[in-house]
């Protein structure tokens, strides 16, 4: 079934679970990480980016893009378990919108590398639009890094700000800034396992740790446990995909067999599958009843 943010993290935040919010890019995707919760009867959030020519991450041709979301809306449909549909990192107003017209449940306005005020004016902003579409809005302050070019360095979240923000704007979720990377890890992660608890007393809305993807088994325990109610996932995703793939490719060469991009597909889907159910373990997602 389809839901929107707040239908999956409120619950998660009052029973002290995660939920992992795994990006899609394309059907293989969906299949696996749909399929994933099906499989392990857990709650999920699948997210979009903002392929259109002004994104902030590549662009697609918009009709491809809204092929997409409906078949992405139809699968959710008829899913049993609850699935969100989340634009991740958006940085203007006008892509929130465009994901809300496709269908997006849950949007989330990135505007955490401008200045705190305005920072709350624009979230404040599309709030005031999503919330009248029933879609709930993530935001983020203090600064994660790692995606490309962004050098701007590491930015804790302080309980101040995150207390300040929320009574300015009532955002529904927050991205919170507490020693993880976007991408992949080139020395271990510093968690500050005392600031998420000190975040999750500052405020009541739903913790989000971005760059949540190649984490030990025991650092998501404590984040879990400390508060932290949303883990975004995706780039040790679809690392696992593609190994999947040239790992069939190695067996296939090693027989003497082709390469048949049919038989290839699956076994990247079948990877993803695979680790993101490991990591629905690993957040402690409560099963739906
Ligand atoms: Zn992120």
Redesign the pocket.
Known sequence: MLVNGNDILLKAREGHYAVGAFNVFDFGCVDAVLGAAEATNTPVIAQILDWHPSGNFGSRPQEEVKMFMDMLIYRAKLSPVPVCIHL??CQTYEGCIRAIKYGATSV?L?ASMKPFEENIALTKKVIEAAHACGVTVEA?IGH?D??DGDTTGKLYTTPEQAKEFYAATGVDSL?VAVGTV?GVYAEEPKLQYDLISELREAIPAPLVM??GSGLSPEQYKECVERGITKI?F?TYMLLAGGKGISDKVAENNAAGKGNNFIDLYPEGVKAMKEIVMEHIGYFQTKPIA
Do not use: I, S
């Open positions: 991740d990192h989330m990135d983020e994660v790692g995606h991205a976007h971005h760059g975004n995706a």
